[in-house]
């Protein structure tokens, strides 16, 4: 191999290594999954369905309680979704989520306590 097949080599590979890397995608998220306390959130950024999933099942046999998952996006707005002791509730928000956590709740609307954010 002739110095110029080599370096007419080199530089095919190496816009193919450049085009490759601009290439890649974000890796599909793994369903995430927080139970706490009798409640538990999830989410999903591929659900297969081409759009982000969120979750909340409010289980357990406190009827004191409701369950919220609150999620973040990756531009920092939050949103959440709520069931009600024995229920669960599912979302589409339409955005990749970043994070979520689960707030157990009183009946009266505030929060008893929050897991950390996963």
Known sequence: ???KSFAKKFVVATAMAAAGVS???????????????SAQGQFDNNPGRGQSWVWVSAGGNN?????RT?????????????????QA???????D????????????GTI????NWS
């Not at 009827?63 to 369950?67: K, L, R």
């Not at 989520?97 to 709740?105: L, P």
């Not at 008893?112 to 897991?115: F, L, T, V």
Request: charged fraction near 10%; glycine fraction near 8%; charge should be positive.
């Open 23 to 37: 290439l890649i995608v974000q890796p599909a998220s793994a369903a995430t999954t927080i139970n706490f306390e």
């Open 1 to 3: 191999m002739g110095p």
């Open 63 to 67: 009827a004191n309680y409701s369950a």
């Open 97 to 108: 989520i970043w994070r979520i956590r689960v707030c157990v709740t009183r009946w009266s």
């Open 70 to 86: 609150e999620y973040q996006f990756y531009n920092g707005a939050t949103g959440s979704i709520t069931a009600y002791q024995g």
């Open 89 to 95: 509730a599912s979302k589409d928000p339409g955005q």
């Open 112 to 115: 008893a306590w929050c897991s």
